[in-house]
């Protein structure tokens, strides 16, 4: 058993990185709870989906803790019981975050190619109601696929680890997982990416340079949504496929990457929904006066960062669907 588990050292550089992740992970998403709730105030939709989106990155950085303990130690020490809870949080962040994010495109969609339909999807009421049935679904779906018996071997003392011979449950949950967890989200993504590409370059009134700013935020996007997500479901997919322990043993590093790397997930929600959009960007600067003791801009300051009027006025619809 010793000899497949990992070095000292391997385990410090992962310790070390999730140490970052919630040093990072803190204040950047603090601010963008702060970005959101702006967003609600305004009466603005948008903000309903990012304020969980950054309730779920938040929630999930405080549960980092544990993992930095099972990284010290080279054991989990705290039983299947929090093993589940850890793995549990872990599984909620990136489902409720993927389907925030899908709801954002979705939203940015309708009122790129449908500005005059579907009005009652853009409401805060109606982003509040599907707010709380995400929350709700996610949280059925890893009670359905996350159980005890799978994670509680206190003789190998790991969590989340891919040395276990899969269960019936864990084939079943890691088939779920990849296709109504990763693949079907970026199908959304992709969907509503494609139909916003054809949405703004085919309004004249839409300048080039706005096309190019919502372009480069949309493939971030979906590009951050592969990068997170799809090693850690494809890494866990290729696990059930294989038998023999020697290609399990080599899957072990990668998956511990894998993992890793979807915890990036909670840096990169707030950079591209505060630091990449134009409301972010004038909060910041807000938020920096108010520290250098100098008058908070107004709102006609704010938007005169964001272009001149006229602009704003020809681009409301196109501007509350990027945020």
Known sequence: LQSVLDSVTRRRSFL??????????????????????????QRNEIGVYLLNLALSDFAFTLGLSQWLDYLWRGVWARGGSACVVSIYCL???????GAFLCCIALNRYLAAAHPLKYAFVRRVGTATAVSLAIWGLVLIFNAGTIRTEDSDRDELSLCLDILR?????????????????????????????????????????TEEKESKRVAKLLLMVLLCHLLCFGPVHITELVRIMVTDCETVQLLLYPHKVAVAISCLNCLADPLLYCFSTRTGKARLHQVALYFRGTTVCTERDCESMSGPQSNCNNRRNSE????
């Open 16 to 41: 070390f990185f999730y140490l970052f992740i919630i040093l990072a992970s803190i204040p950047l998403n603090t601010f963008f709870l702060y970005v959101s709730w702006q967003h609600i105030r």
């Open 91 to 97: 599984y909620t962040n990136f489902y409720t975050s």
């Open 165 to 205: 011979t899969p269960t019936e449950n864990m084939v079943r949950g890691s088939v779920l997982r990849f296709s109504f967890g990763f693949v079907v989200p970026l199908l959304v993504l992709l969907f509503s990416t494609w139909g916003i590409f054809k949405a703004v370059w085919s309004n004249q009134a």
């Open 320 to 323: 509350t669907s990027l945020t």
